[in-house]
């Protein structure tokens, strides 16, 4: 898990001054794996789990359940907002203490979603097809009908981005700081937000696009088409740098798990594809009963599947095809448009028709962060100085 | 929040299911407590914590080779070496000596027959004896404890100083405004014979010095107690061993480095080189190893166990190597070159981490480490000691936790990422003087020419008639028992 070097072949080395210096620093090296592993000891929390005994079934044990079997603060973590603006699309920030939802009819809000404590909430007045937060909560971008926006954790408008138009789709490159789109002309671009300019744009010669998911990886953007293929971008090339026939039909949903070694994709099929990313082949797939509408894998490699009127979590079902899933919410009546796992947190947002429901989802949320990476109890004075 | 539903007493059978199912679950879910990730008082850290896990810390490489990047570029930022100039010599310094005990005490002797002891930190001179010597002052050197300095000179005079206990008394308003002390020395012994060098071992009472022979006086006598001869060549310099106190390495007019044993009264082993060695630095760390300041512009480490193959040959002077000396940590050595410029090199790189030139600098004649290995002194002939900083962009004064580990992290990615093109190019680059970058490009086409018509001549020739000696063994000449 924390070797992060290879065996080299010592006899190719001629100098042996180079030689020596190449085997203390394997040795270094190695050490370093040791004690790392070694401080997984020291890791102050460990993963929330669901267990049941018998008969029972995980995905039979519904939400009002958990809660009343967990402890208060989590508890509080279940809840649902009744909003009435539209399908909500909804994303976390990077440390998952704040939420940003996006209304179709217009609604823009960011919330601390544990302290319940708006930020903001804004009308702005047209479509809002799809929000996402930037670097940290101080920025959300929002892909409005006609360009693409920018507000303050205030409200205030920052931004307009013009060169991004009618967007359908953002993400967010965190560690290079590019702000991606795609939209119904079918071009993808890359807008540097710390320096403001547009880094690329590329055509994706494959029609509109609504898809698009980015490999926590390596930065890496996957993009669904109508075509049924899923294609992966990079700002530095024209081209597509891999193109994958995955589903006979529109893709209507792509995901990436953490490390980047899997690849989800949901069709019109009503098929869920997982595809390992080093071979490019199919590992297996599940079908369900209707077309997926969203894909989230969440950091402990729980996949959640949002369904026309209910969401399906899967456990372990990346590497292994699962006869049964995790945990199962519905809601009747609404209309699923959005999941979002939260990081660090074992909390699953869904954005649907009628408003926005968090669910308790136990052991999908990483429980040791690392401070210096990403820290959700970050103070605003590590916020402006995080790297 | 959702409230749940209100349920009627439980006598469905799903609903008994459910009652069953809360009592045999086991659930657990992430719940962090605000107060324990909170600073209590404002005089608190923040709480962090870690995971080492490479899944939360994507891009580890590219986001270090930016760092390091940064670092490099910082670095050349804040390299500012040059401290300060010592001035007061009427002509140029010839040799250098540091005292063992006293970080700012170093003594220094001129050409014109001065000796001055310098008080490095406030930058003055604080004692001074103008007639020393009638002529060149060839060597100065401090006794062990600290109390006495011993010079030599053209004049043949072996003279003693009383070294100061401390600078306090040198300290004050009146006493710099007098200027510096006139001391005098306290013990002579004239000869008829002139002196190159000497040296005073690190545990007994005696020194040795360099002329015609190799000399060993002891404190008492008046004459030396011992006399080595090998040739009929003059020794230039010589130095003690700092780890064996009966060993003595010697530099000769013949080309040559010998090995002294004081135990045994017989030469050891003599080297003989292409070109003469101006002076010879024996590494305080490894006191086996010993590196030599050759007139080829070279300097060559050897180890005197093995003395047919250089450890190491440090290229990159344009013009004779005049003196080298060895930081304490054994790590690296400075060296003063006829080019004007001074050079660092790591104790077993053949080229330098670190070149010093001034534009009033001139010939550079002395080069010294102080003894906490942060500083360098040259003596050059503007008959002005510099002090430079062995690391250029080092910040002086105390540091801060915070910031040590700043800067060792600093250190380390750019160990790293040492190699790579961008930092490479960054991290070589320093401004040269003109006549110094020629004669580097110069020197570089002619060495390629030789190179190029020596694999020329083997390619037509019959293989073997002319052998491939590797540059290590290039520059030896013999070994003589």
Known sequence: LFNRWRARAMQGVRDKKLRTKLKKNEARLRNAARSAAEAELLLPSDAGYLEVEGMERTWKVKQAEIVDAVDLQTAAKSFSLSLDMGPYR????????????????????????????????????????????????????????????VYDNRGIELHCMRDHIDVNRLEFLPYHFLLASV????????????????????????????????????????????????????????????????????????????????????????????????????????????????????????????????????????????????????????????????????????????????????????????????????????????? | LAAAPARPHATSFRAQLRDVRALTMKVKAISRSQREHTRETSADIDPLQRNYDPALHPFERAREYTRALNAVKLDKVFAKPFLGALAGHTDSPTCMARHPKHLALIASGSADGEIRLWDVVNQRCIACCSNAHRGFVRGVTMSRDGKSLFTCGDDGSIKQFRLPRDLDDFEGEDVISRGPTAIDPVN?????????????????????????????????????????????????????NPAEPDLILSTGTDRSV?????????????????????????????AFNFT?????????????????????????????VMSVDYSPTGKEFVTGSYDQTIRIFGNMSGHSREIYHGRRMQRVLCARFTQDARFVISGSDDMNLRIWKARASESLGVKTARER?????????????????????????????????????LKDVMSK??????????QHSAPGSVPNVSERKRHIVRQVE
């Not at chain 1, 959300?140 to 926006?149: F, G």
């Not at chain 1, 193109?243 to 019109?268: F, K, P, Q």
């Open chain 2, 292 to 320: 030599m300041a050759s007139e080829d512009q070279n300097c060559y480490t050897f180890d005197m166990r093995k003395l047919d193959r250089a450890l190491c040959v440090h290229k990159d002077h344009v013009s004779a």
């Open chain 1, 183 to 387: 939209g119904n002309a079918g071009w993808l671009k890359y807008q540097d937000t710390s320096t403001g300019q547009l880094v690329a744009q590329h055509r994706t010669r494959l029609g509109a696009c609504s898809v698009m998911r980015q490999n926590p990886s390596n930065a890496v953007l996957c993009l669904g088409h109508g075509n049924g293929t899923v294609t992966m971008w990079s700002p530095n090339m024209n081209e597509p740098l891999v193109r994958m026939l995955c589903h006979r039909g529109t893709v209507r949903a792509v995901a990436v798990d953490r490390e980047g070694l899997s690849l989800i994709t949901a069709g019109v099929d009503s098929t869920v594809k997982v595809w390992d990313l080093r071979t490019y082949r199919l590992r297996h797939e599940y079908r369900t009963t209707s077309p997926a509408v969203e894909l989230d894998v969440s950091q402990r490699g729980l996949l959640a599947v949002g369904l026309r009127a209910q969401t399906v979590v899967w456990k372990d079902a990346l590497e292994k095809r699962q006869a049964s899933p995790y945990v199962v919410h519905r809601y009747d009546g609404d209309r699923t448009c959005d999941v979002a796992f939260c990081p660090f947190e074992d909390v699953l947002a869904v954005g649907t028709s009628k408003g926005l429901a968090s669910i308790v989802v136990p052991g999908s949320g990483e429980p040791n962060f690392d401070s210096f990476e990403v820290n959700p109890f970050a103070t605003p004075r590590q916020r402006s100085e995080a790297t």
């Open chain 2, 405 to 441: 580990r700043a800067e060792n992290y600093s250190e380390k990615l750019k160990d790293r990422f040492r190699h790579m093109p961008e930092i490479r190019r960054i991290d070589r680059h320093r401004q040269l003087p003109k006549s110094i970058h020629k004669a580097r490009k």
């Open chain 1, 90 to 149: 909804c994303a976390y920030s990077r440390n998952g203490r704040y939420m940003v939802l996006g209304g179709a009819k217009g609604h823009v809000a960011l919330l601390d979603w544990q302290a319940k404590e708006l930020s903001f909430e804004v009308g702005v007045g047209e479509a809002v097809r799809d929000v996402v937060v930037l670097h940290n909560e101080t920025m959300t971008a929002v892909a409005q009908k006609k360009y693409t926006y």
């Open chain 2, 449 to 458: 020419a030789k190179k190029r018509r020596e694999s020329n001549r083997r």
């Open chain 2, 258 to 286: 010998a090995l002294f044993d004081i135990r045994s009264e017989a030469p050891v082993r003599k080297l003989v080189m292409n070109m003469q060695s101006n002076d010879v630095a024996w590494n305080p760390m490894e």
């Open chain 2, 188 to 240: 002579a012994v004239d000869t008829l014979r002139g002196f190159l060098g000497i040296d005073h071992s690190w545990r007994d009472r005696r020194f040795v010095t360099a002329g015609s022979a190799v000399e060993v006086w002891n404190y008492d006598q008046d004459r030396p107690e011992m006399r080595f001869e090998w040739g009929s060549s003059s020794v230039t310099s010589v130095r003690f």
